[in-house]
């Protein structure tokens, strides 16, 4: 059994499909998506790329944010503003090309995404708040836990005085932790949620890697990495 969508030109069909069925069908969403296709490819991160963080993982975290997004509308009460920035951080969550090991730091993703002047152009388009596209990406830290956790929470503290959508307003800030979170979940099940087991298998490969687990410690890890998931955030996943 081959994965679902087995290449990029697939993934980037059905992302468009599905988003130009939410109404994500302003130019600037699908400019935003070829543009960082290009980058990824540009800068030796395409699919032949071994490392688990590649242009394969960037949109398949697009693609089932947005599934999961639209499935969970009511539940999570997301409206279409909120689809607009899961689908933006999504994209970008991992935006490092230019990174020297293959996890990206969180801090590099939002320093590259905040400077590079194309993204900037077509955020502008968008209307989006790059501070809270911000919060949702450094939600995405993993593990959320000790310092990392600690770190990336004083950020996002920042971040949320720095929006006029959420400054003062403690309701918003926690339905974007929310949402954060959601993405978080995305972000470490996606791609396993995409395939058979043979590619669930060097999934765990590559995330070994990415994580520097010693690899005689795979299969203990793996079943760690989703015990965790379940057992610590079961309502959300």
């Not at 993934?11 to 290009?38: G, H």
């Not at 909120?82 to 689908?87: A, G, H, S």
């Not at 293959?102 to 900037?120: A, C, M």
């Not at 470490?188 to 590559?206: H, N, P, T, V």
């Amino acid at each position: 059994m081959t994965p679902l969508f087995s290449n990029t030109q697939a993934l980037r069909n059905e992302i468009i499909t599905l988003a130009n069925s939410e109404k994500l069908d302003k130019a600037c969403f699908k400019k935003m998506l070829d543009y960082t296709i290009e980058l990824f490819e540009t800068q030796g991160l395409g699919t032949e790329y071994y490392g688990y963080h590649n242009i394969e993982h960037e949109l398949e975290v697009t693609y089932i944010t947005l599934l999961a997004a639209v499935g969970a509308r009511k539940k999570f009460e997301i409206d279409q503003k909120d689809l607009e920035y899961l689908y933006t951080a999504a994209l970008f969550h991992d935006f490092d090309p230019q990174k020297s090991v293959d996890k990206p730091h969180e801090d590099s993703v939002i320093q590259f995404i905040s400077l590079d002047r194309e993204l900037q152009k077509l955020l502008n388009e968008t209307d989006l708040d790059l501070e809270l596209i911000t919060v949702l990406i450094l939600r995405t830290t993993f593990p959320w836990k000790g310092e990392l956790r600690e770190k990336a929470e004083e950020k996002i503290k920042t971040c949320f005085k720095n929006s006029d959508i959420t400054k003062n307003d403690e309701q918003k800030q926690e339905h974007f932790m929310r949402l954060g979170w959601f993405l978080s979940i995305v972000d470490r099940i996606s791609g396993y949620a995409l395939g058979d087991f043979s590619k669930a298998l060097e999934m765990a490969k590559k995330n070994a890697h990415a994580l520097t687990w010693h690899p005689s410690l795979i299969t203990q890890r793996s079943v760690s990495y989703f015990e965790d998931l379940l057992n610590n955030e079961s309502n959300m996943c």
